[in-house]
């Protein structure tokens, strides 16, 4: 695993930077990430909106995806499928992402969100998350 | 339709307000937003983040499901699928989502995410959105 | 529970009976299904046809989501996501389903589909599915 | 466009021979298939089963696809989504599929359900399907 290369994903995405998702933990097939939650990441009901938890759901789908693949390639999502099963509050959301098939070309993640408000037994959503591995040569 | 309250969605919700996302047409069971991109949208490759086309889809698509609801409903996201067909570029990005199943207690809704530079023909991304309808005094 | 009304979902429901699906399991939230696999159900690669592992998925759902019903409800599936792992293959089919939510409008579970051969450390397929509680006397 | 393959692709697997799907019309990107309904279809209300809805949803799919691909290629389902928009009922079923990406590697489709006697306009359901083009010699 090339765990230089999964940190630098939170580093070099902006977006993901910009709103605050950051890497807590890094295994060979298993991830966690965090985010601080402000008042930037809310609804119009003051639940934590919906795009920050796919955001969430997504990237760290595709940087535990990346603990998989060689130096010369890259993941790109695919698509994604989440279902929001309650609505979501607290100070620190969590995301835990773990590789359910990992393939040559294909790479299917789940991503499970909660806060540590809520704990893990009352999640805010799941997702399962299709990711493309792809030369590096072919994106860049 | 109550359009304000449409439209509303757009200036209550901090994180769509936050990342730039605006309301450009709206109709009942037909709305279109905008996004002018900058480098904070964007991931490690320089494309707009998967998270946010996932935030426009989700939450244009929310948009529309309340052109048909009551004034004392709100709409919920209960959960939604996106595909993401290509990298997506280009300095505005738009959405288009419409109804396609409009019920009592669930809506279902599909966006599409295109740029004024890729056009209609090249579609960035489509999701398919659940919705559930609840009553506002069962939420806030 | 009402144990006789999930079990009569594999008897009424013609389709489900006909291509030979049966409950092996079944508790309050969770259940297990499985089906013998004969030529009827392949594809034409002779792997097991994507048709049949939805048709499992989804019914072993809606099963285990009508564990939580009151009697004089009903679950319809509103959807499902369902990812196909690797070709399905082997005699006999099982499906483990559970509830990952609960709610009184809104049920949400997930499938997990393999073979006896395979054992669940290699699963076929992993299935999202939203299910929909209404009132009999709003269906029938 | 090879179209005796495609057409192939109904005699030879048999779970879509056995519950009746038939090719109506075939076209690059886009292809029409119908299933007269019998009582094996239905679920424990006396709709159309899920399980039969996803089945032509799928394999139409699949189908239409392969309109786009090479001789030495295959294409298989690699997940799908669907959403069941209202109860199935009806004489005839027909499901249209259409590409809405073709790429070297991934095809994504969508496919429309509904009856002669609902028409287009009351769609039982809808679907996002994402397929992976394979050289028919890595899967026989």
């Given at each position: ?14 977006f ?48 535990v ?25 607290g ?29 893990k ?5 799941k ?14």
């Amino acid at each position: 695993m090339n765990k230089e290369k999964v940190l630098a994903l939170f580093e070099d995405a902006n977006f993901i930077k910009g709103i605050g998702i950051q890497p807590v933990r890094v295994k060979e097939g298993a991830l966690k990430t965090k985010l601080n939650i402000t008042s930037f990441h809310l609804q119009q009901h003051q639940f934590i909106h919906a795009g920050v938890i796919s955001a969430i759901a997504d990237h760290s789908a595709g940087a535990v995806a990346t603990t998989l693949i060689d130096d010369d390639e890259e993941v790109l999502t695919v698509e994604f499928k989440i279902n929001f099963l309650r609505p979501a509050t607290g100070n620190t959301l969590f995301c835990d992402s773990k590789v359910i098939r990992g393939g040559r070309t294909i790479i299917v993640a789940e991503s499970e969100v909660y806060s540590k408000e809520s704990g893990k037994g009352k999640l805010f959503a799941k997702a399962l998350v299709t990711l493309a591995v792809v030369k590096k040569s072919k994106i860049l």
